[in-house]
């Protein structure tokens, strides 16, 4: 692979590494939320409160479903008694 | 005029050194100071060659690329930070190297921590450049304007400069679920702003969005040491089924 094609390779995987992260889940919830509450502010509607809701739940979400992760290896990486 | 400008762009200018100081503390010293540099350069050209047509330039579509980014990697710190400070306490990684350490760009330049802080000088002082021509437009006095700015940079900078180490005793977990708040809540504030949302309370609603997130996480501390309790007792459950009793292996 030549050095150009590595650069942008780099480039796209750094900018997919710090949007999308661990859990792609979040980013799509943001996603999502940022466009109900550009659709709810166009329509007239008071929609400030969108986007810190959807901030909160998709942080517990995530959280749990990450918490369940962290379980399930450290129980697969203990030694397996006999 | 001088104080006019003064305060008007205090407030960015507190945005502008606490993402600075947050990610310098929290990630690297180095990318955080070039990342500003790089802002401040790119700002510096932009001016430059636009002069007072600063005033033009549409902040809207930036606060929204600008907000978004830094909504969704803040919300990432954030939960790592919840997670970490919720399987270890609040003191891990004061003084020992923490275990991850590619988070905090150890592995060569921090690019991360470059971007992060690009993009909030880069806005912030464009945000302070087009109230520097409009303050200075209307009453027809540029450079009290910029006098009055450059003071708030200056004061504003160096109060960040010297509670730095204060902020730096906080141990790195705890600090990364901060910063990661910080950052949310810069990242929901702009990003709304560039919806065209009305914040409630115009600028006050930072405080109010900080404080939100800042008491859910730490809510969140205490619900995810719950689920992980709870989820170590299922795991538990079926192993010790499967192990064979004592009884059943003295037969």
């Not at chain 2, 990697?73 to 919840?82: A, E």
């Not at chain 2, 921090?110 to 409009?134: M, P």
């Amino acid at each position: 692979m030549s050095r150009v094609l590595r650069g942008v390779r780099a480039f796209v995987m750094f900018w997919i590494d710090f949007i999308i992260g661990d859990d792609w889940t979040v980013a799509a919830t943001v996603a999502i939320a940022l466009l109900g509450t550009w659709g709810l502010t166009h329509a007239g509607v008071v929609a400030w409160w969108l986007l810190p809701l959807a901030v909160l739940a998709v942080t517990a979400v995530s959280l749990r479903r990450a918490v369940g992760r962290e379980v399930r290896e450290d129980s697969q990486s203990q030694p397996s008694l006999r | 005029m001088l104080l006019a400008a003064f305060f008007a762009t205090a407030i960015e200018v507190i945005e502008m050194v606490a993402i600075v100081v947050g990610v310098g503390v929290a990630r690297s010293w180095r990318a955080s100071l070039v990342g500003a540099s790089a802002g401040l350069v790119v700002l510096a050209v932009l001016v430059a060659a636009l002069g007072t047509a600063v005033r033009n330039v549409p902040l809207t579509p930036v606060r929204l690329i600008v907000g978004a980014l830094l909504l969704v990697f803040g919300l990432q710190w954030l939960r790592k930070g919840v997670l970490r400070v919720a399987h270890d306490g609040w003191g891990v990684g004061h003084t020992a190297p923490d275990f991850d350490s590619a988070d905090s760009g150890e592995r060569g330049f921090d690019w991360t921590g470059f971007v992060l802080s690009f993009k909030g000088v880069s806005l912030e002082g464009l945000e302070v450049a087009v109230i520097v021509v409009a303050f200075g437009a209307a009453a027809a006095a540029v450079g009290s304007a910029v006098v009055g700015a450059a003071a708030a940079v200056i004061v504003l900078g160096a109060i960040g400069g010297l509670t730095y180490r204060l902020i730096a005793r906080i141990p790195r977990r705890a600090l990364q679920l901060f910063v990661g708040a910080m950052l949310t809540t810069f990242g929901t504030f702009w990003a709304g702003e560039g919806l065209g949302v009305a914040w409630p309370g115009g600028q006050l609603a930072l405080l109010a969005l900080g404080a939100v997130y800042v008491v859910a996480a730490l809510g969140l501390l205490t619900v995810v040491r719950h689920w992980r309790s709870d989820a170590e007792q299922r795991t538990a459950r079926p192993r010790s089924a499967a192990a064979p009793s004592p009884s059943r292996m003295h037969r």
